[in-house]
């Protein structure tokens, strides 16, 4: 900015002063100074001012999640090394697990597990690998692609989706296959997360996480206050849904979000989410009152709500040698509809009654970063599983009544932002009279750029 007005003003005044000098008292001179005095401050809040906005320009430009580089117009030809550029990153991961009960009986006890939720393996693994391409589309469009790559040698699409980046008024919608925003853990790909596993409550209620294929719209406050109001709409088919051949939608989701700074090391975030969805005919294995392992059918409504909280501690806001996070969700599930007992008919005792059951679970965990790489967990789970009505069905079927918990403490360095080795042990109790002692150790490996993790 130009000090011309400045100067001319202090000219101006000095001009004065040289004609008057002989007349001046010490006053009017003390009263001179202080006018400049004021002039130049005044000049130099606007300065500052400007620079400041300067560089909350530049900083919101680099923080943008949406990559610098362009595809080429619509109305051109794209050629060369820039007709396709995104950023690509790969995530690689593995483990070590000595598990004392066997795996591939595992189950959690008054709860209907998905077919699909992987349990932990013993010996030598691959864990889950991610493929990610991440780009710009157009000035209205950004878009990202991830593929997971499972140890079984498949290949399957965990995220497709575009978001659109013109929409004013700090409205974010984003369209495709995500991962939902519903509580707090779930929006992170797994290998952010603070533990080997999943929480209880994750894997018992949402599949280990939970995945919508549909439309998404996030709004931002414009508020001191962190807030954020989110909904969604989608086919409904992550469980606890399932697949369902009708038009319309099959699922629905609410939540918001609200968080802060208090002083210059504390921060926290709070949410508060629901979910409702449909299932049609569910299929889960579950022992009934004679130890058969009969094949149950569940068709109708179910609803869970999810309260999360989260605190951060870093000595004057620098988190890089040390700081602390509390985190902790509640779940509350509903579900009602009709239960068919031997839906297979191989215990020749098929029938359908009604069922509701209302169930709850959570978990809290504390991580530590005591040095610029090294961290130390710990976890609490539990899930009660509250009443369960099964109607007539209570002939073959009876709720165990036992709240499964786990306790679990870990142990991570981090040498830099692309790789992490890990060591986590854990006592399970997930069944009524037995314990499970799981010990695992993880590495997990990041090729190329990625992007900023969540709070």
Do not use: C
């Amino acid at each position: 900015m130009s000090n011309r007005p400045f100067v001319r003003v202090a000219m101006a005044l000095a001009l004065a002063i040289a004609a008057d000098a002989h007349a001046a008292s010490d006053a009017d001179l003390a009263e001179i100074r202080e006018q400049i005095r004021q002039l130049k401050s005044s000049y130099e809040a606007r300065i500052n001012a400007l620079e400041q906005k300067l560089n909350e320009a530049e900083a919101a430009k680099k923080a943008a999640p949406v990559a610098e580089t362009r595809a080429a117009p619509a109305t051109g030809t794209a050629s060369g090394g820039s007709a396709f550029n995104p950023a690509i990153s790969a995530v690689l991961q593995g483990a070590y697990g000595n598990l004392k009960q066997d795996p591939g009986s595992f189950r959690i006890s008054g709860v209907a597990l998905a077919n699909d939720l992987e349990s932990p393996k013993r010996g030598f693994s691959l864990a889950e690998s991610e493929l990610t391409l991440a780009a710009s589309v157009d000035d209205k469009f950004a878009a990202v692609l991830t593929f997971s790559l499972t140890p079984d040698n498949t290949v399957a699409v965990e995220e497709a989706y575009a978001v659109a980046t013109a929409v004013p008024y700090g409205i974010v919608p984003k369209f495709g296959r995500f991962f939902s925003g519903i509580g707090y853990l779930n929006e992170q790909h797994q290998h952010n997360w603070d533990f080997y596993d999943a929480p209880l409550v994750y894997q018992a209620y949402l599949g280990g996480q939970y995945t919508n294929d549909g439309l998404q719209v996030k709004w931002g406050a414009p508020t001191d206050l962190f807030l954020e109001f989110g909904a969604e709409v989608g086919s409904g088919e992550g469980f606890p849904g399932t697949g369902r051949n009708k038009n319309g939608i099959g699922n629905g989701t609410a939540y918001v979000h609200a968080g802060g700074d208090v002083g210059t090391s504390n921060s926290w975030r709070a949410g508060l989410s629901y979910l409702q969805t449909s299932a049609d005919n569910r299929e889960y294995n579950q022992a009934d009152l004679a130890g058969n392992d009969a094949l149950l059918g569940f068709s109708g409504r179910s609803k869970l709500a999810i309260a999360d909280f989260v605190w951060k501690w870093a000595p004057s806001g620098n988190a890089r040698e040390q700081n602390f996070k509390l985190q902790g969700e509640y779940f509350w599930r509903r579900e009602k509809g009709d239960l068919t007992y031997d839906t297979d008919g191989m215990l020749g005792l098929t029938q359908s009654g009604d069922y509701t059951s209302n169930q709850r679970g959570y978990y809290v965990q504390g991580i530590y970063q005591f040095l610029s790489s090294w961290r130390i967990g710990l976890r609490y789970d539990q899930l009660r599983p509250g009443d369960t009505n099964f109607g007539v069905n209570a002939a073959f079927l009876q709720d165990e009544g036992f709240n499964s918990s786990r306790g679990t403490v870990m142990v991570d360095w981090t040498p830099s932002e692309f790789s992490r080795f890990r060591v986590q042990y854990a006592r399970a109790l997930l069944v009524p009279g037995v314990t499970d002692n799981q010990l695992f150790v993880q590495y997990i490996l990041t090729l190329g750029a990625h992007g900023a993790h969540r709070y």
